[in-house]
Nanobody, 123 residues
């Protein structure tokens, strides 16, 4: 059974850093597209970053230069390194995957989702 489990969220001050993890089971993560998404209260879910099976990546403009997506195939885990965090980054962060190789940003294109992890940026 395909499963994704996020971890690493928490409370951090503006300017701080966090690393989110997304552990996959039931499938080999490196064969499929994977994405990170976030949803703040009252907002629609948005794509933050994605990675294709070949390793190409994409980021929403608001996080470029601050967030980095990476993958550890041996651990079957995808990470989202977040730095220079801002209050507007506060949201529940989700990872998701779809059984194809090319990753895109729209959440609607992903079929399998984790439960999410809360990130709060506040002083």
């Amino acid at each position: 059974q395909l499963q994704l489990v996020e971890s690493g969220g928490g409370l951090v001050q503006p300017g701080g850093s966090l690393r989110l993890s997304c552990a996959a089971s039931g499938f080999a993560l490196d064969y499929y597209a994977i994405g990170w998404f976030r949803q703040a209260p009252g907002n629609e879910r948005e794509g933050v970053s994605c990675m294709s099976s070949g390793g190409s990546t994409n980021y929403v403009d608001s996080v470029k230069g601050r967030f980095t997506i990476s993958r550890d195939n041996a651990k079957n885990t995808v990470y989202l390194e977040m730095s220079s965090l801002k209050p507007e980054d506060t949201a529940v962060y989700f990872c998701a995957t779809v059984k194809r190789s090319v990753a895109t940003m729209p959440p609607v294109e992903y079929d399998y989702w984790g439960q999410g992890t809360q990130v709060t940026v506040s002083s």
